[in-house]
Every structure is written in C-alpha cells, then in structure tokens.
C-alpha cells in the first residue's frame, strides 16, 4: 500500500482572459471533483446560452460581479482529490488591478500553473513578445519563492496545435525564466476549453512527449516535503496557557505552531529575544501528549523551568544562528491605493507578533514591462514590487523568506486604519 502525498496547493497565474478558471474548471470537471449540483448549474448555463461547448469558468467565477465583466477579481479556492493525492487551488486575478489579490494566493503555493494564450501573441515578431502581466506574475512568483512553475500554453486548438507557434513560446518564455531566475520550469501544449492535456494525453499533439498536466501536478513535492527535516526547530509563541495559579503545581504551557524543523522531549531550546535557555519536559498536541512533534504541528510545549515568556516570543534551537534584528531588508508589494509615506510609522506583523516599522529606504522598484528595477525612487504605489530598508521599533526574531517562508513573511497594517497596505518577504536581516 503506497503512502498518499501531502496535499499540494497551487496557483492559476497569467493575464486576463489566458483562461484560467476554465482551465480549473476542465480540470475539476475531467477529473470527475463535481458534485451533481455543480455539473446540473453547467448544464443549465449551457441550455441558455445555446453554446456547444460547456462555460467551466463558471465554477471558479464565483462573485456575480466576476460573470458580468468577464474577469476574476477575488482569490477562489477549489479543493479536489485524485487517487494519488489531495488539491488545493487558488484561481487568481489576472488583471493588473488585482496583482495584491494575486500575491495572496501565490504566498502559499508550492505550484504555480502560469498560462500563456498563445493566440494573443505576435509571432511575426521575432522573439516572441509576451503579454506583460505573463511577466509581472513571474516576477511575483520569483520573488516569493514559488519552487515549481508549469508554463500552459493554452487555446493550442486556434494555432492548430503548432509544434512550432509552441517552441516559440517556450524559448521566449524560457529567456524570461533565465532572467529572473526561476529554477524548475516545465511546459505544456494544452487547450482548456477542449481538455488536451490536462488529465489525459491528447492525439492533437503527438509532437509532445512529456506528461499532461494533472500528472505532472500529482508528483511535484510540497514545500512541506521539501523542507521536511531540513531546517532547525522555530517555532513563534501564540499563547502562554497558565492554570490553577495559586497552587503549587502551576500548569504553564506555550501554545502555537511549529513553522521550521522538529522538537522532542529533552530537547534544550533557546528563547528570543532573552536568549535564555531551558529543556522541554512535556509536548501536547489536540490527541494528547507525544514524544517529538515537526513543522506544521500545532501543539502546547511545557518548559523545566519558569521563565518570563509572552505571545511574541519564539523558540528556537538551542545553537540556532538566529537573532533578534531591528532593521530588515525585504520585498514590498504595495496594496493601498494610497502610496507610501516614508516619514509614517506603519505596524509591522510578523508571526505572532507586532511592532512599529518605517521605511528608512526604497533601494528599487521593479519596472514589470522592462523587467529592470528603477532606484532613486522614494514612493511605492498600488500594485508595485520594490525592494526597501526596514527600520523596527524592536527586535524580531525572522529568517529570511527563501529559508523559511512563515518565519520570513510579514505585513505592514495602517495604524490609523488598520488596512493591509503591503506584504513582505525579509531578504536580509541586520
């Protein structure tokens, strides 16, 4: 009996109209992931419009807003299974407007399925020239780290299923790759709207040779799989649990989440940012208590002895090189509407906890039709990727994002407000 893999969340990305959510929608549907209410609402939605073919992005285009014009706007999650393994599939906003919304999905994809409409593209124009949200959704993946990008070239069915129209775009694509430094990258001919090589192979590409998409989908590794093991014990403190106070056996307990590496009973862990020391005595998680829990547990940890320990605090191995920092440098995407103010305090979030931050200095901000990063400037406006300096009214305790993505993310909150207006991932610490 083979073990199943642990679920694989991935992300649909590329401009408006590529084909996204009918590309989920083929999916869920080949796949034979809809229920009988769902396939009645195609059905119906057919017999109306008097169309042949099925409207599939009627299953991801949830919000009636979403159908009027055309477009996705919100992030829609669809979940479904095969025999292999279990999905988790963010549909994400291919408009400009809504790259913050597209950022949110991307955070915690271990995938990313970028379409390319090759029936948009000029291939009179040598290399092929790709449309610019292909490019700036790379270069959102690139900077968060997405580990694995499948390039679906769809709507192959209006090219004929062109060996050649495809090779254009993956070297054009590939040189875009190159650029960035995007690391596994694979392609695939496909035609969402008919199904060619989603689930199954299809005859109209015998030129192609590699798997179809859903294959593909079911053996690439999680981030959880990849990084299993690999990373020393972290683990941000949620809450401290105190029971029966007035007795003698006082219960202290810290509760929380464990986002890098492993912990057993006995083990000796550090605390920042005291940098005191002490040894696990008793670990529980919701069935009760266990010898040794690992990254994503969520457990209760009990300590030898008594320290001053609050919400904020993180645990970590005991000769973790890991310190506590007041100045980071990082990736801000920008999502208010109103721009950067460089002399504001903003509230900076960063696991389980919160301190002032201000933006000493915009180092860059990334050009997404050139692909170049502009310095010089002091402003970062709706939408913009930037690279920027970090001031901290106190010390956290982070790694950098491309170590750990959870000990590595953090937003910035309008105090005043208290909107969104960015989300970051820590480059460097200092």
């Given at each position: 009996m083979t073990t199943q893999l642990t679920p694989l969340r991935f992300i649909t990305a590329g401009s408006v109209d590529d084909g996204k959510s009918t590309l989920i929608g083929?999916?869920?549907?080949?796949?034979?992931?809809?229920?009988?209410?769902?396939?009645?609402?195609?059905?119906?939605?057919?017999?109306?419009?008097?169309?042949?073919?099925?409207?599939?992005?009627?299953?991801?285009?949830?919000?009636?807003?979403?159908?009027?014009?055309?477009?996705?706007?919100?992030?829609?999650?669809?979940?479904?299974?095969?025999?292999?393994?279990?999905?988790?599939?963010?549909?994400?906003?291919?408009?400009?407007?809504?790259?913050?919304n597209m950022v949110t999905g991307a955070?915690?994809?271990?995938?990313?399925?970028?379409?390319?409409?090759?029936?948009q593209l000029d291939f009179t124009r040598q290399p092929v020239e790709l449309l610019a949200q292909t490019k700036r959704h790379s270069a959102i993946l690139r900077h968060l780290n997405c580990p694995h990008i499948i390039v679906a070239v769809n709507k192959m069915d209006l090219l004929d299923y062109s060996e050649e129209k495809f090779n254009l775009i993956k070297a054009a694509y590939g040189e875009l790759a190159e650029h960035l430094g995007l690391k596994d990258v694979r392609f695939v001919p496909v035609s969402a709207l008919l199904g060619d090589n989603l689930v199954y192979?299809?005859?109209?590409?015998?030129?192609?040779?590699?798997?179809?998409?859903?294959?593909?989908?079911?053996?690439?590794?999680?981030?959880?799989?990849?990084?299993?093991?690999?990373?020393?014990?972290?683990?941000?403190?949620?809450?401290?649990?105190?029971?029966?106070?007035?007795?003698?056996?006082?219960?202290?307990?810290?509760?929380g989440r464990i986002e890098a590496g492993e912990v057993h009973i006995g083990q000796k862990i550090r605390i920042e940012p005291s940098a005191l020391t002490a040894s696990?005595?008793?670990?529980?998680?919701?069935?009760?208590?266990?010898?040794?829990?690992?990254?994503?547990?969520?457990?209760?940890?009990?300590?030898?002895?008594?320290?001053?320990?609050?919400?904020?605090?993180?645990?970590?191995?005991?000769?973790?090189?890991?310190?506590?920092s007041k100045q980071i440098q990082a990736t801000?995407?920008?999502?208010?509407?109103?721009?950067?103010?460089?002399?504001?305090?903003?509230?900076?979030?960063?696991?389980?906890?919160?301190?002032?931050?201000?933006?000493?200095?915009?180092?860059?901000?990334l050009d997404i039709k050139t692909l170049s990063n502009a310095t010089g400037e002091d402003q970062i406006k709706m939408n913009d990727i930037a690279q920027v300096r970090l001031n901290l009214q106190k010390p956290i305790t982070a790694t950098t994002y491309a170590e750990n993505s959870a000990g590595g993310a953090f937003i910035l909150i309008d105090e005043a407000t208290y909107h969104t207006v960015a989300a970051g991932m820590i480059l460097g610490l200092e």
């Open positions: 083929r999916l869920l549907y080949d796949s034979k992931s809809l229920l009988t209410d769902q396939l009645n609402v195609l059905n119906q939605a057919k017999d109306k419009s008097n169309k042949e073919a099925i409207d599939f992005s009627l299953l991801t285009d949830g919000l009636e807003a979403e159908r009027e014009q055309g477009i996705t706007i919100d992030v829609a999650y669809r979940y479904f299974s095969t025999a292999k393994r279990k999905f988790i599939i963010a549909d994400t906003p291919g408009h400009e407007q809504y790259t913050r955070s915690t994809a271990s995938a990313a399925i970028v379409l390319v409409d090759a029936s192979k299809s005859d109209s590409t015998p030129w192609y040779q590699g798997e179809p998409l859903l294959t593909i989908l079911e053996n690439l590794p999680s981030i959880e799989e990849e990084q299993s093991g690999s990373e020393d014990f972290y683990f941000p403190v949620q809450l401290v649990i105190r029971q029966d106070a007035d007795k003698q056996d006082d219960f202290r307990g810290y509760q696990v005595t008793e670990i529980i998680s919701p069935k009760g208590e266990v010898k040794s829990a690992k990254r994503g547990d969520v457990i209760t940890i009990r300590l030898d002895k008594d320290i001053d320990i609050s919400r904020g605090d993180v645990f970590v191995a005991e000769y973790s090189p890991l310190t506590p801000l995407c920008w999502f208010d509407e109103r721009a950067l103010n460089p002399a504001r305090k903003y509230l900076l979030k960063h696991g389980t906890q919160t301190v002032f931050a201000r933006v000493s200095e915009v180092e860059q901000v």
